[in-house]
């Protein structure tokens, strides 16, 4: 972060460094062939109409880039990046060009720790070491081990210590970590000149530490758990710390990752200390959305973090499992205008569609993104015929109603706009207008033109008149009034059943319990209720019911045999009785399962199959 523009820079896998402004806006970006492939230093972005940047050529030449794995903004704009695989870290200017490396033996004709474009000399990968200015690998790939003050010093995390170097790259001596082990982040602190990190750690832990130390002499200050309990977390999450940054202020911000797959509901977390250790502000990512998001994407690990001088704090995140080399940059905290207006850009009409439409009414929507503006307002063109031909009514008035209040760049759902007087079942065409002091007027959905910009709706067309129903215009309430052939809903089961409901519980596969049939004529109805009610003579695991219409409306009566003693079903059990049925209703088939004779010639000690006569009433079995 470059606290004089507020520009980003972000350390690419794909071998460059690409910049961008406090809004978002892509700069330019640097490394081996990012402009068009050509194996050599290059520059891609700044002073192109229009820019097509390519991934890096990652390698071990000047200004070619392996592996980075942090990266540093120096008071006077040069850009510090470290490199893991190369065990180096280069400088380069604000503009993109190479200016030095070191490492032990980067310059690779005097042998030299420190190589620089002006010397001509052939610069190259570092050789792995111990002695001042080498470098040694990290066990694991970690990020932002490297941090520059305010006076141009710059500090790189090493096996059990930090190096210190100047702005030249030359050596200024060693800091003793308080016990063995790699520093996984670095943050100066720009009010003090202390030095914050952290160990790389195997394994999550409940409360991870933070160490201060005295930028001189190494000396420990202070030892800060980091205790992350979201909203409904009796315990402190288990994880670990990614990242560390410091404010003008001097407030100490923190990345932490809960342990992959313990609480997949819970996302990783920033949280800000002041000098004092105290927690000020948790950024919780699962509950508090950013106030402007540069870039888009979906995120489950952070990376790294910076800030702005304005107090802004940027995050930059990766998916793990989708894909752990594609991230996104989330800002959190005021809109950064001290570093200039908005960029030009017109609003973003995301999406566009129809909540309701009635036969002479509907009311739209649409996602809209404001592109940082505060003004975009936007309108709806509708008509019978495609509104890109013309002749489409606009409302509200243009240039319509406002869409926030706040310098956002992510898309926002409009106010509904209401539509009345339409013609009943009628296909409407439309689209949404937008523009802002960015841009615009841009008419329909973004990256569309003509019909493809467009949505449609079709009104619901106009009920025809119900005829007449004297025999039973009481009933005919409700969803039941539209009911063709004067007919209507009738209660079939009795009111009183009992506390429950006409539903059964499922059997050992997971399947109802329930055996339902209507009579051929529609005048009766057997079904299944997993509770007993009425004039019943038993209440099985499932009890039956046969339903009829008579004068006086409808009537059930349960027809579930008596029963007596345990079901003779050992290994598995009978879930309803009735087997079959006749298309009238009036014989049914089913089985005994306890010892309680029915009929004559039934077999004691096993269970039996029965026919009963059903109509006019519960006949014989």
């Given amino acids: 972060m470059d606290n004089a523009n507020g520009h980003v820079f972000v350390a690419e896998a794909g071998g460059r460094i690409s910049e961008f402004t406090a809004w978002g806006e892509f700069v330019k970006a640097w490394g081996w062939g990012v402009k068009d492939g050509s194996p050599e230093p290059q520059v891609c972005g700044e002073g192109d109409v229009t820019p097509q940047c390519q991934a890096g050529i990652p390698g071990s030449g000047a200004g070619q880039i392996d592996g980075p794995t942090g990266v540093a903004v120096g008071p006077d704009g040069s850009i510090y990046v470290a490199e893991k695989n190369n065990l180096r870290v280069q400088k380069f200017s604000p503009t993109g060009e190479f200016d030095l490396m070191f490492g032990g033996d980067v310059d690779k004709d005097s042998h030299a720790n420190v190589c620089t474009a002006a010397s001509g000399d052939e610069c190259g990968i570092g050789v792995e070491g111990s002695n001042p200015g080498e470098f040694t690998p990290a066990p694991v790939p970690v990020f932002g081990y490297i941090s520059v003050d305010s006076g141009g010093t710059v500090y790189v995390g090493d096996t059990d210590r930090i190096q210190k170097f100047d702005s030249e790259g030359t050596f200024e001596g060693a800091i003793s970590l308080p016990e063995s082990g790699f520093p996984r982040s670095l943050a100066v602190d720009p009010v003090t000149g202390d030095l914050y990190f952290t160990f790389l750690l195997f394994e999550e832990v409940a409360t991870p530490l933070v160490y201060r130390i005295d930028s001189e002499t190494g000396a420990v200050i202070d030892e800060i758990p980091v205790v992350a309990q979201p909203p409904g977390n009796a315990e402190p999450l288990i994880g670990r710390i990614v990242s560390l940054t410091t404010d003008q202020s001097g407030d100490l911000y923190v990345a932490f990752d809960p342990i992959q797959g313990a609480k997949p509901e819970v996302e990783p977390r920033v949280l800000e200390y002041g000098p004092s250790g105290e927690v000020l502000i948790d950024y919780d990512q699962a509950f508090a959305a950013p106030e402007t998001a540069l870039l888009q994407g979906e995120a489950t690990t952070l990376r790294s973090l910076a800030t702005n001088a304005v107090g802004d704090v940027y995050v930059l995140e990766v998916n793990q499992v989708v894909n752990p080399h594609i991230g996104a940059v989330s800002v959190y905290g005021p809109p950064p205008i001290f570093y200039g207006p908005p960029p030009p850009k017109p609003p973003v009409i995301a999406d566009q569609y129809a909540t309701s439409a009635g036969s002479t009414t509907a009311t739209l929507e649409a996602k809209i993104n404001p592109a940082f503006w505060a003004d975009t307002a936007y309108y709806l063109e509708y008509g019978t015929a495609p509104c890109f031909e013309g002749g489409c009514a606009s409302t509200p008035t243009p240039p319509g109603r406002t869409l926030t209040d706040q310098l956002v760049n992510v898309p926002l759902t409009s106010e509904a706009i209401g539509l009345s007087g339409l013609t009943p079942g009628t296909t409407y065409h439309y689209h949404f207008v937008a523009q802002s002091s960015g841009g615009g007027p841009v008419i329909g959905l973004a990256g569309k033109s003509g019909e493809e910009a467009e949505g449609t709706f079709t009104t619901l067309p106009v009920a025809p008149p119900q005829p007449a129903c004297p025999a039973n215009e009481p009933f005919r309430a409700g969803p039941g009034a539209r009911l063709p052939d004067c007919r209507a809903y009738e209660m079939v089961s009795p009111v009183d059943k009992n506390g429950a409901d006409i539903e059964t519980v ?87 399962d306890t010892d309680h004779p029915l009929a004559e010639g039934w077999v004691e000690g096993s269970p039996t199959v029965y026919q009963r006569e059903l109509c006019p009433a519960n006949g014989p079995y």
């Fill in 506 to 592: 499922l059997d050992s596969n997971g399947f109802p319990t329930a055996f339902n049939q209507v009579a051929a004529d529609g005048e009766a109805l057997t079904y299944s209720a997993y509770r007993a009610f009425g004039e019943v003579e038993a209440s099985p695991y499932s009890s039956q019911y046969v339903a009829s219409r008579g004068a006086g409306g409808w009537s059930s009566r349960g027809i579930s045999p008596p029963r007596e003693g345990p079901s003779l079903y050992t290994t598995a059990q009978l879930n309803f009785q009735y087997k079959g049925f006749t298309s009238d209703l009036c014989h049914g088939w089913l089985v005994q």
